[in-house]
């Protein structure tokens, strides 16, 4: 059992930076795939970046590119979601996932853990 907790989330202009957390429990967070998601209203979820198990490859939409970084800290079991440049289409709900399975990291169906999430918000 994985459990997971957000944090960083808040109110920021455009062109503005936050870095959001996730802390996870449990002993074995580095066997983990973690990823991170994000819903707007009115849309559905939307896969933003993941970083691998260990070795730590990483993958992002193209809509943010150059502008976001994940990252892990397997020793304090975090995962970290970096935002600089922010645009106000980047509001959202952004939720932090963890899953033991191989491939396919941008498909929220196969994470099997999910925090609660915490909301971003770009003024214009």
């Known amino acids: 059992q994985v459990q997971l907790v957000e944090s960083g989330g808040g109110l920021v202009q455009a062109g503005g930076s936050l870095r959001l957390s996730c802390q996870a429990s449990?002993?074995?967070?580095?066997?983990?795939?973690m990823g991170w998601f994000r819903q707007a209203p009115g849309k559905e979820r939307e896969f933003v970046a993941a970083?691998?198990?260990?070795?730590?490859?990483?993958s992002y939409v193209d809509s943010v590119k150059g502008r976001f970084t994940i990252s892990r800290d397997n020793a304090k079991n975090t995962v970290y979601l970096q935002m600089n440049s922010l645009k106000p289409e980047d509001t959202a709900v952004y939720c932090c996932?963890?899953?033991?399975?191989?491939?396919?990291?941008?498909?929220?169906?196969?994470?099997?853990?999910w925090g609660q999430g915490t909301q971003v918000t770009v003024s214009s």
């Open positions: 449990g002993r074995t967070f580095s066997s983990y795939t």
């Open positions: 970083i691998r198990r260990s070795g730590g490859g990483t």
């Open positions: 996932a963890a899953k033991s399975t191989v491939g396919g990291e941008s498909a929220p169906g196969i994470y099997g853990y």
